[in-house]
C-alpha cells in the first residue's frame, strides 16, 4: 500500500490532479495506483483483485499508457460474491466472481480518457467498489474539434 504523500506524488507525476481532473483523485481516495505493462505484441495486461475484507479493488486506479487492448485478470481473494462491470468500446464486460475466484477480460479502449468499472451487485458499488481505468494520450487528429489551438494549463 502506497503512503498519501506516495500518492500524491504519483497522481502529480501521471498529470492526474490538474485542474478538471482532480475529481479522480477524490472519488478513489483509497486503494492503489497501477499500471498496465505491455507485452512485445502491443496488447496490454494487469491484474486487479479484492482483498479479502477491504471492498476495495486493488488497484483502484489503472493506467494504461496509450490506447488499444488489455488483458484483464480479476481475483476475488474476498470470502462473498462480487462482479465485475469493465468498460469496452461497443460492448461492456460482465464477470461473476465468486468468492475465492478468477476471471480474464479483453477489453478494447482506443481513446483517452477516464473508463469506470464496479461491481453493481448488492450495495457493492456504495460500498467502495468502484474503481477507473486512466488511458492517457491525445485524441487522435480524425476525433479533434475543428477549432482554434486552446490554451492549455
Same mark, same amino acid.
Given at each position: ?10 497522481? *502529480? ?17 483509497? $486503494? ?6 505491455? =507485452?512485445?505484441? =502491443? ?24 490506447? $488499444? ?17 469493465? &468498460? ?10 465468486? *468468492? ?25 458499488? $456504495?460500498? $467502495? ?11 487522435? &487528429? ?5 477549432? &482554434?489551438?486552446?490554451?492549455? &494549463?
Amino acid at each position: 500500500m502506497t503512503t498519501a504523500q506516495e500518492r500524491s506524488d504519483l497522481l *502529480n507525476k501521471l498529470g492526474l490532479d490538474a485542474q478538471n481532473k482532480a475529481a479522480l483523485g477524490r472519488v478513489l481516495g483509497t $486503494g492503489n495506483i497501477g499500471q498496465a505493462s505491455e =507485452g512485445s505484441d =502491443g496488447r496490454m495486461h494487469a491484474t486487479i483483485r479484492i482483498n479479502p475484507d477491504e471492498l476495495a479493488w486493488d488497484p483502484s486506479i489503472l493506467v494504461m499508457p496509450h490506447g $488499444g487492448d488489455i488483458e484483464l485478470e480479476l481475483i476475488n481473494d474476498d470470502l462473498n460474491t462480487h462482479c465485475a462491470l469493465l &468498460p469496452s468500446n461497443g460492448d461492456r464486460k460482465f464477470i461473476w466472481l465468486v *468468492n475465492h475466484s478468477k476471471g480474464r477480460a479483453s477489453l478494447n479502449l482506443d481513446g483517452p480518457g477516464y473508463y469506470w468499472f464496479s461491481s453493481p451487485t448488492g450495495n457493492d458499488e $456504495g460500498r $467502495g467498489l468502484t474503481g477507473a481505468i486512466v488511458v492517457l494520450g491525445d485524441a487522435p &487528429p480524425e476525433a479533434r474539434l475543428d477549432r &482554434p489551438e486552446q490554451p492549455r &494549463p
